[in-house]
């Protein structure tokens, strides 16, 4: 029961200090506008005065109901019962009650905080200590990756270098929060591994990597055997730096009773069942008859930041199987469609939070419009010869002048120079159209890209810049984020890590931000 009520206080304290917070910015804007619009500053105080007296009265209400609920029924002991007793009970004020004042009271006085913002826009302009007061709690550093692992678990030569990229990278930047979506967990060749020991062995490794983070635990679904059909190969990790833990500001959502954990609580016992923290699902072959669907799927968590429910989904699309056909294809491809489907899919199966703050990341296996790349490079007059049948086929390219050439076959595309898409990648980035055909038009942004191809590199040590001559080097790892995202997450860095390193066929890419929910 206390333990239980120590939370729960704790989740109250937590909206009031958002609401104290809202106040004291809107009053920090307010401020800045007296001497021009001294009558609505005035006006706007005593509203915000009337929110923070409504605020703490709702906090007291709680408070006496924790109370009475104490004494009115002391045998509650199991954590489910007493939260669904809070929420029914009549003989009470109503907790559900008393949050939807509290949250009404956020709500009215973020609008505050905009036409305050507007104003102050029109006389002065607003410093940036208006935007972040003495009293408003430091924004959380967020950083979140995605990471294709497949190749480190073939070769032992990338463990170290993978691992070691991970700790110098958070020592770098100095999350107080990231969350890692592996693709392709257990390797290419997983039918042979324990996925479940693998998988755990895995995390093990990272977080003794990490020690000022800890983790509730490593989000996977194991395969049942090595023929499960839903085995998606897809794994989330979320590491919170222990001194943020202390503060009680993150938690995750429990998918099968519907109710957010705090992490704290959780910390205090260092122990979790990670099954109702997630939801996952496969893409069944029927869906996608045209290709090969395995291990490719979604996984799905919601993270609370400082109040905030944040829904992150790792996805793992299908790749080109054979590039002649892509090729050949006009855009879009027979695989991009598929892509396509798969991600409207994904959206109508995953149970986002009503408020809809998404952030989608992982191997979307994106690529660029092939035709158009290869004569961008060999020029618009090519000459073309057709070699072969079947998976022995094979077609050459040639530039009018036979200066440059093209090998491509099902899994060949051998170029003249292929490191040409590292250091004229921008050449290339006007071909990525599957971002704005598939994400963008469902409210959906992308920070722009200032990096090369994050995929084929060569599966080899010591060949760090080296694309793989296998497919065309793409942007198939990819963070994407909801327009409703932007104003929370500040000062935004997208990039890629490792291009120093052979860590894998694909490099990790990345996202940081400074999340402040109270201005979003």
């Known amino acids: 029961n206390a333990e239980y009520m120590g939370r729960t206080f704790r989740f109250v304290s937590n909206k009031m200090a958002s609401l104290q917070a809202l106040f004291e910015a809107y009053q920090t804007a307010a401020s800045l506008i007296d001497r ?22 709702a906090l007291q209400d709680a408070v006496d109901t924790f109370r009475q ?172 730096r222990k001194s943020i833990i202390e503060q009680d500001r993150i938690g995750i959502w429990n998918f099968e009773t519907k109710h957010v954990i705090s992490c704290a609580s959780l910390f205090e016992n260092d122990t979790m069942n990670v099954t109702p923290f997630y939801e996952s699902a496969a893409f069944a072959a029927k869906m996608f008859p045209e290709i090969k ?14 109040n905030v429910p944040v829904d992150m989904v790792n996805i793992h699309y299908f790749h080109d199987a054979d590039n002649i056909v892509t090729f050949d294809d006009s855009y879009p491809s027979v695989y991009a469609k598929c892509r396509a489907r798969a991600f409207e899919h994904t959206l109508s199966q995953c149970t986002f939070d009503e408020a809809k703050h998404i952030f989608l990341f992982g191997d979307f296996n994106f690529r660029v419009d092939m035709k ?55 050449r290339f980035l006007k071909y990525d159209h599957e971002p704005a055909d598939t994400v963008s038009k469902h409210d959906f942004v992308e920070l722009p890209i200032a990096y090369p191809p994050s995929y084929p590199y060569e599966e080899a040590p010591n060949q760090p810049h080296n694309f793989m001559q296998t497919r ?22 997208y990039f890629t890590i490792g291009a120093d390193l052979s860590i894998g066929d694909h490099k990790p890419v990345c996202l940081l931000v400074n999340w402040m929910p109270v201005f979003k």
């Open 293 to 306: 669907a395995g291990r490719k799927g979604y996984l799905h968590t919601r993270w609370v930041l400082d």
């Open 69 to 240: 609920g104490l004494v009115i029924d002391p045998t509650h002991v199991q954590l489910k019962q007493q939260l669904e007793q809070a929420l029914h009970k009549d003989t009470t004020p109503k907790v559900s009650v008393i949050m939807d004042k509290m949250d009404a009271g956020l709500s009215r006085c973020r609008q505050l905080v905009r036409e305050i913002r507007s104003i102050a826009s029109k006389s002065v302009e607003l410093p940036p200590s208006a935007a972040t007061p003495a009293m408003v709690p430091s924004s959380l550093k967020v950083l979140l990756v995605s990471a294709n692992t497949g190749s480190t678990f073939e070769d032992p030569a990338f463990e170290a270098p993978f691992f070691g990229l991970f700790q110098s990278e958070i020592a770098k930047h100095s999350p107080d929060f990231f969350l890692i979506h592996f693709q392709e967990m257990c390797g290419k060749n997983w039918t042979e591994r324990d996925t479940q020991e693998t998988c755990m062995q895995f995390a093990s490794k990272l977080r003794s990597h990490l020690s000022d983070y800890w983790s509730p635990g490593m989000m996977f679904h194991p395969a049942a055997d090595n023929k499960d059909k839903s085995f998606t190969a897809l794994a989330s990790i979320g590491f919170i």
């Open 36 to 57: 021009n619009e001294k009558t609505d500053a005035e006006a706007y105080k005593a509203k915000g005065e009337a929110l923070l007296k409504l605020g703490q009265k």
């Open 472 to 493: 065309c080097p793409s942007w198939c790892d990819r963070v994407f984020m909801s327009s409703k995202l932007q104003r929370a997450a500040s000062s935004p860095s």
């Open 372 to 426: 158009p790349v290869v004569h961008e490079i060999l020029g618009k007059d090519v000459i073309r010869e057709d070699i072969g049948e079947n998976d022995n086929r094979l077609v050459v390219v040639k530039s009018s002048d036979n200066t440059k050439q093209l090998k491509l076959g099902p899994k060949l595309f051998e170029l003249t120079d292929p490191q040409v898409f590292e250091h004229e990648y921008h």
